[in-house]
């Protein structure tokens, strides 16, 4: 093909244009990178102060945020030239997911915040102070994660070792520009994140707007099979939309697919498997989701005090106060289980640790100055063979229960050192093992299978066969073994719980603590 004269200088022309176009695009390009600088701001301690100063609700982070500027030579943390680095974006839409973690977004300067990540609207904060704003909402999203601190949950009677809040972790995960990651395993008690997976699933029930009350007349007394009645629907209704039955044929007449989805959800809730609905079953089924909702979001913050290094142990012994039970954790799987009877809430069972040393097999009980005070002497005016009856004798100014079948810590005992006097014990009062409420003793936990559990622990040391403890425990002699190694005792509180086969349970709040740790929560 043959161009004119007139055609190729155009062509020229033109090529020769978008060739000069792109190199002065090109040059410009160089220039302004040249011309524009790495943003360097200078963020010292006068500036820190300022920022307080205006901003005082934040003055709790002041230590750590001038620590932490520091550590990065007073320069910015968080901008570079194009604005927000990548993390702090991260960080804004963790903050903004808080309320699937069971937490209020609640920043004290959400007004000042919201603008600097959200371009609808103007930020007015000069660059240091979005810096510095930002850093501060970093170190409230860190408190808010770890929980509420030391002092309030031991206020909350709460003496379970904390998880230390490690700054410095988080805040190298900054200058390495990490992702803020709280799914790892490592940063959190387990129980947690299948709390919050329960969270959400509660919640999906709440928006479709929960569940209906189960309505039964005054003089209701129970529902067995063949009974008929409007109310039984309901109760199948019910029990589908949480799980218990994976069906709902919406039948009106007990049958045995229903007493079985009923025992199911006894199981699950600290009730006794029966063959009949009972009134305490409907007011169970009947509280409404959103307490449920305030049930796990409490549970999830007690998660957030425990250190994820408790359940890496080999061995450890924990018991749940509100389930009534006991497990022993050998090699990460569940050992054994048994009952316990906890304490009356006038002497509340205490929520702490402590490291078992010794058994003491056919224990004298020397009896606490409470209850010489409380119980034993008002006994004693009333009757001069008090203490032969009850099998006592003083010794040394004080009052002691000879070892015996009688003897109220039964025929072993587990100590564990430490100041509430607390510890594991056998009882000959074993009907209460049988009752759904067992909290009825002075504050020690009563244990439902005693030579079972010493059986476990003493397989650690060979020489004490099964046979050998039996006749330890009634040898009615007084013998103290001591532990080759300590075992680590848990005592802890949760109304709400994810077993290992994945079913949350639901226990009922013995000592009412929920409520004023769900205030603290929504009051924050």
């Known amino acids: 093909m043959f161009y004119s004269p007139v055609v190729v200088v155009i062509l020229f022309l033109v090529f020769s244009c978008n060739s000069k176009s792109e190199k002065k695009e090109e040059d410009l390009k160089k220039t302004s990178e040249k011309v524009i600088p790495e943003l360097k701001l200078h963020i010292d301690s006068v500036a820190v102060s300022k920022f307080y100063e205006a901003y005082p609700k934040l003055v709790k982070f002041q230590d750590e945020v001038l620590a932490l500027y520091k550590k990065k030579n007073s320069t910015q943390l968080w901008l570079d030239n194009k604005g927000v680095v990548e993390f702090g974006n991260t960080l804004f839409n963790k903050y903004k997911g808080l309320e699937a973690e069971g937490l209020k977004a609640n920043f004290p300067y959400n007004e000042k915040i919201n603008p600097i990540f959200e371009t609808s609207v103007d930020n007015k904060l000069s660059k240091v102070d979005t810096d510095l704003m930002i850093s501060n909402l970093y170190f409230y999203y860190v408190q808010k994660v770890s929980g509420v601190d030391e002092k309030t949950s031991r206020s909350l009677e709460w003496l379970l070792p904390r998880k230390k809040v490690n700054y410095q972790v988080f805040s190298d995960s900054i200058h390495e520009k990490a992702t803020i990651s709280d799914d790892k395993k490592s940063k959190m008690f387990s129980q947690y994140y299948k ?87 409907i007011a169970e089924l009947n509280i409404p989701v959103s307490e449920r909702i305030k049930t796990i979001i409490a549970n999830m913050e007690r998660c957030r005090w425990i250190d994820p290094q408790l359940e890496k142990g080999k061995e450890y012994i924990e018991v749940n106060i509100p389930e009534f039970r006991l497990y022993l954790i050998r090699d990460h799987e569940i050992a054994f289980v048994s009952p316990v009877v906890v304490g009356k809430a006038m002497t509340k069972t205490v929520i702490f640790s402590g490291m078992m040393n010794n058994i003491v097999f056919s224990p004298y009980w020397n009896v606490p100055t409470s209850i010489i005070n409380k119980e034993i002497k008002p006994g004693m005016a009333k009757n001069k063979n008090y203490l032969a009856q009850k099998n006592l004798e003083w010794n040394n100014g004080a009052v002691r229960q000879v070892p015996g079948k009688n003897n109220s810590l039964g025929l072993v005992k587990f100590l564990f050192p430490n100041s509430n006097n607390i510890y594991l014990h056998d009882t000959p009062a074993k009907s209460l093992f049988e009752r759904e409420n067992r909290a009825f003793s002075h504050g020690c936990v009563r244990v439902g299978k005693p030579r079972e559990l010493a059986i476990e622990i003493l397989k650690q040391d060979p020489t004490w066969t099964p046979a050998r403890i039996d006749k330890a425990m009634h040898a009615g002699k ?28 639901f226990y009922k709040d013995v000592y009412q603590r929920d409520e004023s740790l769900i205030k603290l929560l929504t009051e924050e």
Do not use: C, M
């Open 478 to 505: 007084e013998n103290w073994v001591s532990l080759k190694k300590k075992v680590p005792v848990y005592i802890g509180y949760f109304t709400a719980w994810v077993d290992r086969k994945g079913e949350l349970n």
């Open 195 to 281: 709390l919050r997976d329960a969270l959400h699933q509660y919640r999906e029930i709440e928006k479709k707007g929960g569940w209906k009350t189960v309505e039964v007349g005054e003089d209701f007394k129970n529902f067995k099979i063949g009974d008929s009645v409007d109310a039984i629907g309901q109760i199948r209704e019910r029990l589908y939309i949480t799980g218990e039955l994976k069906e709902n044929d919406k039948s009106y007449v007990v049958d045995t697919t229903l007493i079985k989805a009923i025992k199911n959800y006894e199981i699950h809730h600290g009730l006794t498997p029966k063959n009949i609905i009972l009134k305490e079953h």
